[in-house]
């Protein structure tokens, strides 16, 4: 019984948090666009019976181009996630690529309906994790790239 106790124990000792990716190796550009929303045809009511409004008109939406300026001679495949899918990107990449992220409306981006979480994986060519880059929107709209807040949305 004390055996793996110490295993675990001796393994999260050592366990490193897989280190962010420098500033100057990539490039964030936002792409703040307006769109009308699609109309669903259907009316969405609340459990008190009062109809729910949605936004209508022209709507802020976001896509963030994630240009990776320098890799490392170890980084060979780039993987994204976010905090509702896993897998969004996964590719070999080379300096000088591009990848857009499509957040989505800001409005669903803050209410948490869409993703608001993307986690930017450099892998190995044995697909061992070498850096990442963290991009979050809050609540508040505020903008963060690897726990950096870069302005407000």
Do not use: C, W
């Not at 008109?57 to 896993?86: C, F, H």
């Not at 669903?108 to 309906?113: E, I, P, S, Y």
């Not at 979480?117 to 697909?127: G, I, P, R």
Request: net charge positive.
């Amino acid at each position: 019984m004390k055996m793996p106790l110490l295993l675990i124990l001796f393994f999260s000792l050592f366990q490193t948090e897989i280190p962010f990716k420098q500033n100057s190796d990539f490039e964030i550009k936002l792409d703040y666009q307006f769109k009308p929303r699609p109309q669903t045809g259907t009316d969405g009511y609340s459990a008190g019976g009062t109809k729910l409004t949605t936004s209508t008109g022209v709507l802020p939406y976001l896509i963030l181009n994630l240009k990776i300026l320098k890799l490392d001679t170890l980084e060979t495949k780039i993987k994204v996630n976010s905090n509702l899918a896993v897998n969004i990107i996964s590719k070999k990449v080379n300096e000088g690529d591009t990848f857009p992220l499509d957040m989505g409306f800001m409005e669903d981006v803050k209410d948490r309906v869409t993703a608001h979480l993307y986690t930017v994986s450099f892998l190995t060519a044995k697909k061992e994790t070498v850096s990442r880059i963290v991009i979050v929107i809050d609540e508040d709209g505020n903008f963060f790239v690897n726990n950096e807040r870069r302005g407000k949305l």
